[in-house]
């Protein structure tokens, strides 16, 4: 297993034919983090897009970029931004979502020495409209799994901090799943 930098947040973007402005919008939510030992690490999944996406990061010295051969799909995207990701954590942004400022330093501030995975609340935002505020809800720890079977209360791919290590015992992303995969990769 890899050595990874201790304390180091990589935050993995993958994306898909999404239009600039809102990767950016991610991208920019990455960056501004008030937990700053982080590094940024894209993965283009829609190769046509490759020129546009170059563009927008010459900006955006400090991102590392990849870019898939054919269209692969998230599974294989995100576990490849994992394979080439450094830190100790990993965070992964969907490329139409952003984070609140103190997210990952939130998050940090509540990491112990076993643990495998820090969920938050979130708000789902649509049209300027808050269609869902998760603010009130309970926050099972420990084994959690009967809370998981009952329903997936970490939330999708955009809200745990997860420690790589954990990530690579647990098998990563299941690439066969065509939906599902972030309560598969939970359980």
Not at 110 to 130: N, P, S
Not at 137 to 158: H, K, M, T, W, Y
Request: glycine fraction near 6%.
């Amino acid at each position: 297993m890899p050595d990874y930098v201790p304390g180091l947040v990589s935050i993995i973007i993958t994306t898909c034919k999404r239009e600039m402005p809102v990767l950016e919008c991610a991208l920019s939510s990455a960056e501004g983090q008030t937990y700053t030992d982080c590094e940024i690490i894209i993965v283009n999944d829609f190769p046509e897009y490759e020129g546009k996406i170059r563009e927008l990061l010459k900006d955006h010295k400090k991102v590392i970029f990849i870019s898939n051969a054919s269209q692969s799909g998230a599974c294989i995207s995100r576990n490849r931004g994992a394979a080439a990701a450094k830190g100790e954590y990993i965070a992964f942004l969907d490329d139409d979502d952003k984070w609140y400022r103190n997210k990952i330093e939130m998050q940090m501030n509540e990491v112990l020495a076993d643990t495998g995975l820090v969920y938050c609340d979130y708000e789902a935002v649509m049209d300027g409209k808050t269609l869902k505020k998760d603010a009130d809800r309970a926050f099972p720890e420990g084994d959690v799994l009967q809370e998981l079977l009952a329903g997936n209360f970490i939330g999708g791919c955009s809200i745990p901090l997860i420690k790589h290590k954990v990530f690579d015992e647990c098998g990563k992303f299941a690439s066969a799943l065509r939906s599902c995969q972030d309560i598969d990769l939970w359980f």
